[in-house]
């Protein structure tokens, strides 16, 4: 009877226990609802790292800025097409002027103007002509003027002077620019010339034909120039352009006319020789007995056997005869003045009192 009692009261003293136990269960069961509220909670900050893409335009936003940077490239483009402009420009608005020297050259100045027509400019230099070249210069240039002989380096410098452009083309009155030179030159100031000075290559009508030989041919002469950068220089014969640049060929021709018959060659070679004699002799040049008899006898064998004279048939033989007569008779010349400089003349009648005695 004890016994059961006991065992009645310790099961009554654990019910408590139990109970509590359960209790304490099932409030610790209630209670992670709320850690799983906590958990639920975190998608606050959830909501706080997905706040984060407001920031995000911000980021976004600099493409904002990009059409400032894609604006630079037209910005760019714009004076890069500015500068082309400009240097298209430049390049289109050169221009030359053709100045041509003359001294009774009624016979030859119409057709060398005309020869010049392509040309921006037309400037006749004229040396006090007897005959009508300044009349007839008046009806092809845009401007004549007349003025003494200075020579011909520096009436030709002077017409240079006198020209609106910088680019100079100088053409001798008896010379005539082809067609095919007319055209290089104009496609060469549309690209724009790169050299200071452009040689040409002139041929020579003596005789009935062409002379493509000889020391005649190709004979180039710088004769398309900037006047910036170059000038004729030379006293009194075979004056000739000096550059300060760049001097390269053209393939165009100039066709000279340079003699009407064997008598105006002979009368212009007396006259060329006489100035080429004193121009030696004021350089200091003296003769030489080899000067007089081998050189004009080289120059002839140059002429007609090293630069194919012969291949011009019987003119080729002339031309190369005369241009040793030429070489030997400017000796000659020279030989004069020196022979003159350092012999005292006789006394005005002297030959007579000699003579009488």
Not at 74 to 91: F, K, T, Y
Not at 108 to 120: F, G
């Amino acid at each position: 009877m004890a016994a059961a009692a006991r065992r009645l009261f310790s099961s009554r003293a654990r019910l408590p226990v139990a109970a509590r136990r359960s209790r304490a269960a099932s409030l610790s069961r209630e209670a992670k609802p709320s850690a799983s509220l906590s958990r639920e909670a975190k998608p606050s900050a959830s909501l706080s790292r997905e706040a984060k893409p407001s920031a995000s335009p911000s980021r976004e936003a600099k493409p904002s800025a990009s059409p400032s940077r894609e604006a630079k490239p037209s910005a760019s483009l714009s004076r890069r097409a500015e500068r082309a402009a400009s240097l298209l420009s430049s390049v289109a608005v050169q221009k030359v002027t053709a100045t041509v020297i003359t001294r009774n050259e009624s016979a030859n100045i119409a057709a060398a103007l005309s020869s010049v027509r392509w040309a921006d400019e037309i400037i006749v230099i004229d040396s006090e002509s007897t005959d009508d070249t300044v009349e007839i210069a008046r009806r092809h240039a845009d401007r004549v003027m007349v003025r003494p002989w200075p020579g011909y380096a520096a009436q030709k410098n002077f017409a240079a002077g006198q020209a609106t452009h910088d680019w100079i083309f100088s053409l001798d009155a008896d010379e005539r620019v082809t067609p095919a030179l007319a055209d290089e030159i104009g496609a060469l100031l549309r690209t724009g010339p790169a050299a200071a000075g452009y040689r040409i290559p002139r041929v020579t009508f003596h005789c009935g034909r062409w002379i493509r030989s000889t020391d005649w041919y190709p004979d180039h002469q710088l004769r398309l120039y900037d006047r910036r950068r170059a000038l004729w220089t030379g006293r009194h014969v075979h004056e000739s352009v000096r550059a300060d640049g760049p001097v390269t060929k053209l393939r165009g021709e100039i066709q000279h006319y340079a003699y009407r018959d064997i008598a105006h060659h002979l009368q212009t070679m007396d006259h060329y020789t006489t100035l080429a004699a004193r121009q030696m002799y004021e350089d200091g040049r003296r003769v030489r007995w080899i000067d007089l008899l081998i050189t004009p006898r080289l120059t002839f064998f140059r002429n007609y056997i090293l630069r194919g004279g012969f291949r011009d048939g019987m003119a080729g033989l002339v031309v190369s005869a005369m241009n040793g007569y030429y070489v030997g008779l400017k000796f000659a010349k020279l030989w004069e003045l020196c022979s003159h400089s350092t012999s005292t003349p006789p006394a005005p009648g002297a030959a007579d009192r000699t003579k009488s005695s």
